[in-house]
């Protein structure tokens, strides 16, 4: 094998030039590295190749730039929550977003630019340009990686890269498409590519990872390898990003084939999907999430409970507060506003048998409620600690999945029957076979009675969608409550067109005028600003996106 660079600057390449961004110091790049392999010894040494393929994912661990940014971007952006804090001052840079006129200097777009491009584009770029199926790699019997393995690992990557992306895709719209390691890359050709050839990449990764046919399926990965990119989560992905891209009758053949595998299923009570980590995140309704650690098995340890729990006796830092203009959106006896929102005045026990007493005043919290999708219970966190818990979060579950064929169908004019159908799959288990209170809390103010129980009978007269209702209202309304608080809201709101409206309608709410979101929101506001820093980088190569 022809070596480009040796292992330090493969190293360097990964972690600080593989990106849009202030270069690392030259001298320290020209400086080898005292005790580094070169190339061919290290990618001949034992699991090298796997290792890289582990950089690809790695970056999706990152509590702050991936994992609290997924609910910056998708909840504290839109009419679901707002970023609470310790006061309006902490965390500002996420308010001059939500309000509507960010300047292209705001750290959070330019972290979200820096992490993808620097740490998980670069990763993936990497790992393409050295592993072929011609790689010759040692694995841990000590003979060669089969070329089934390796075309395997380069689907995975393919599709990591495509993730990532994404996530910039959604943000900026038009931006650079870099598909080598940064060190061979020209800067100054570095230019924004259109919104089409934006897509047509990131859709030519994904139609080259699903095509692989050593790119397991769903039924057939073990459970050491959850995390790991399967076929039908491959294709339940392209069908959102070709949705996101109005092409709606593609990614209806990709959700039909997801569905018709039979992977999937929905957890019987959606308080298990976030309280558990065996019948929620590890279940078969989840379709693509993110473990602690990709070697092997799942562990802990996010930064998001510590941020998005409440202040004061709760222990965490007050993000994440979902609106009430949310709470409002939820039909009367619907269970799952139990286990979304907690309010201010919930109790819980500790493990010591004292009780927590949630108060949310005294800090930037207008609606006094918080995510109870990122509350672990006190079993979950070894001595209270908010930092070292099993929590994660779903990139794709079945029931969006469910969502998204149903929107599918009514925005190609198919089958409406099938489509109420779909919905009413996600409705039945939230009002019929979901718990009614929260198990682990001794005091909700969204609990439920007994008596409030949706019967089998009650629920076909009463909260069945019937197919010549309003699909469309019906879908969009199901969407944003079975998913609230899971990064989505933003981005649904951006695919129907309807992200200004929304938005400037919530700002002229008194919430909305208390935290500033939607009230100088206009059709100028989307799509974001490019990074400063990041034009000036590449010497004006990068040109400012038009609205900015």
Known sequence: MKSIVNIGKLLVSIACVGALTTSCNSDFLDRPPLGTLDEVTYLS??????????????????????QDMKFVLGDQLSDDCSKGGSDAGDRVRITEIARGTPMATNQVLSDLWTHRY???????????????PESELIDDAGGLVSTETKQRWIAEAQFMRAFYYYDLATIFQNIPLI????EVVDKSTITKSSKEEVMNFILKDLNTAIAEPNLPNAKSLPTSEIGRITKEAAMAFRARVLMFYGNYGEA?????????????????????????ATEGYMSKESVFITLRSYIPSYTSGSVCPQMNVGRGIAGGWGGECPTKDLVDEYEVGDPRLVHTVLSSGDIFVKNDGSEEVH?????????????????????????????????????????????MYAECLIETGGDKQLAADLINQVRYRAFVTTSLTDSYAKYRKFNLKESDRVTEDTFNA????????????????????????EGLRFYDLIRW??????????GKTDEGKYSGAGTLVTDKTYPYPIPQSEIDYVGGALTQNDNY
């Open 359 to 403: 108060d949310y005043s005294g800090y930037d919290n207008f609606p006094q409620q918080h995510s109870r999708k990122q509350y672990p219970d006190f079993s979950r966190r070894p001595l209270n600690d908010l930092l070292n818990t099993d929590w994660t979060h779903y990139h794709i579950r079945y029931a969006d999945v469910l969502l």
């Open 252 to 276: 209806l053949k990709d959700l039909k084939a997801v569905v018709e595998s039979g992977s999937y299923e929905l957890v019987d009570d959606y308080e298990k999907l976030f309280n558990n």
């Open 118 to 132: 620097q740490t998980a584009i670069s990763a993936c770029n990497v790992f393409l340009s050295l592993i072929t």
């Open 462 to 485: 009463k909260y069945k969608v019937k197919a010549s209702d309003d699909l469309r209202a019906a879908v969009r309304h199901e969407r944003r409550i079975e998913l609230a608080g």
């Open 179 to 182: 598909d080598k390691p940064m």
């Open 45 to 66: 040494t034992k699991d090298a190749g796997y290792k890289l393929l582990v950089n690809c994912y790695q970056p999706l661990q990152d509590s702050w730039n991936y």
């Open 497 to 506: 067109g309807t992200f200004v409206s929304t938005m400037q309608k919530f």
